[in-house]
């Protein structure tokens, strides 16, 4: 029997296609065909959703007031999940354009307070970090991270992301919707 050796630049090629292939795949589903609906299909609003609590690191909880607002933005992540990390910078340089007053932005996570506290600590993210106290990423459906959802007034979703935004091309939340994957 023959054995294939491969050359050192064919070798390379493979494992940055295979290490690419598990960064991108870090922070997915186990179903990816669930986390590429469209926002049509996520559209209604549904009650677990609006009695979605939060907890910021600081302690201070808060519910999910779409009505307060022309816009909520939820910014699903967690603690593990590289593309998460690699956003967070440039959504926090995006953020004192698109947080108006009458936009909220929630940054939610399911992982534990502590959790939070100490990635934040680390990485000096320089955003509203929270938890969920009651709800979950199910009640979103919310089967990969990072997924960006905007809600409007209503609590109607009207924009839906799973995966990176790129937040420096970002000059409104209107200008998001209207950028629909």
Not at 165 to 170: Q, T
Request: contains cysteine; aromatic residues 10%.
């Amino acid at each position: 029997m023959k054995s294939t050796v491969l050359s050192n630049p064919t070798r390379g090629l493979l494992g940055l296609l295979l290490g690419s292939f598990l960064f991108l795949g870090s922070c997915q589903s186990k179903n990816p065909s669930e986390s590429t609906a469209s926002t049509e299909e996520h559209s209604a609003p549904s009650s677990n959703r609006a009695s979605a609590r939060f907890q910021l690191a600081n302690g201070e909880e808060f519910g999910l007031q779409p009505e307060n607002k022309k816009w909520t933005v939820l910014h699903f992540w967690a603690t593990w999940c590289k593309p998460c990390l690699a956003e967070f910078p440039e959504l926090k340089d995006a953020l004192p354009t698109l947080q108006q007053e009458d936009t909220q932005f929630i940054f939610a996570s399911e992982e534990d307070l502590e959790q939070i506290q100490a990635f934040d600590k680390r990485h000096q993210t320089g955003l509203n970090l929270s938890r969920f106290v009651q709800g979950s990423l199910a009640d979103f459906e919310i089967y990969a991270l990072p997924t960006t959802l905007v809600l409007d007034a209503q609590g109607k979703e009207v924009f839906r992301q799973v995966g990176l935004v790129e937040w420096k091309n970002v000059k409104t939340i209107e200008e998001l919707i209207q950028s629909k994957p």
